[in-house]
């Protein structure tokens, strides 16, 4: 490939990288006022947390907590409904965790440790497809209270860190060849 065809590859390659950069959020799992993956105290309702979350697949929801007290795992939506944490799909206990939405649909986590999916440290999310809208609300005649400010998902940062290293380390040894 000559000069004037890597460039035009190099451009690419950068549109490639933002895009994949712009695309992807990281959610922290939890509240400003709980930033953690803990039991419940009333600060948080992770339940009420993941309905104000618009998740799209290559989104991810990072947990941070004490491993020796708390993991996270995955379940299917009758072992979540039954808090049947020994079914599970697949667990994390490293004492922070980034899972990777690969698929639409719903999701279902919880803490293996006994009692804490019935004290409600679980939650269930609905991962939209990359570009699909969000469902819109039915119109209600009932008036609910405004969600507390506590229920804003807080962002966990650098998004896609990984992609991004990986991109502008293609681009600089590209660049290289220039």
């Given at each position: 490939?000559?000069?004037?065809?890597?460039?035009?590859?190099?451009?690419?390659?950068?549109?490639?990288?933002?895009?994949?950069?712009a695309?992807?959020?990281?959610?922290?799992?939890?509240?400003?006022?709980?930033?953690?993956?803990m039991?419940?105290?009333?600060?948080?309702?992770?339940?009420?947390?993941?309905?104000?979350i618009?998740?799209?697949?290559?989104?991810?929801?990072?947990?941070?907590?004490?491993?020796?007290?708390?993991?996270?795992?995955s379940?299917?939506?009758?072992?979540?409904?039954?808090?049947?944490?020994?079914?599970?799909?697949?667990?994390?206990?490293e004492?922070?965790s980034?899972?990777?939405?690969?698929?639409?649909?719903?999701?279902?986590?919880?803490?293996?440790a006994?009692?804490h999916?019935?004290?409600?440290?679980?939650?269930?999310?609905?991962?939209?497809?990359a570009?699909?809208?969000?469902?819109?609300?039915?119109?209600?005649?009932?008036?609910?209270?405004?969600?507390?400010?506590?229920?804003?998902?807080?962002?966990?940062?650098?998004?896609?860190?990984?992609?991004?290293?990986?991109?502008?380390?293609?681009?600089?040894?590209?660049?290289?060849?220039?």
């Open positions: 490939m000559g000069p004037r065809g890597l460039r035009t590859a190099l451009i690419g390659l950068n549109l490639l990288c933002v895009f994949l950069d695309s992807a959020t990281v959610y922290n799992v939890g509240t400003s006022t709980m930033p953690n993956w039991l419940p105290n009333g600060s948080v309702n992770y339940t009420e947390w993941a309905k104000g618009t998740l799209r697949v290559g989104d991810s929801l990072y947990f941070k907590y004490n491993p020796n007290l708390h993991n996270v795992i379940v299917n939506s009758t072992s979540f409904a039954a808090c049947d944490t020994k079914n599970f799909l697949q667990v994390w206990d004492g922070e980034t899972v990777l939405i690969q698929e639409p649909g719903m999701h279902y986590f919880t803490c293996e006994p009692t999916c019935q004290k409600s440290q679980a939650f269930s999310i609905l991962a939209l497809a570009l699909e809208s969000p469902p819109q609300a039915a119109p209600s005649n009932s008036t609910a209270p405004a969600p507390k400010s506590s229920s804003v998902p807080a962002l966990h940062q650098p998004v896609l860190l990984n992609s991004l290293m990986l991109c502008l380390t293609v681009l600089l040894l590209a660049s290289i060849e220039l």
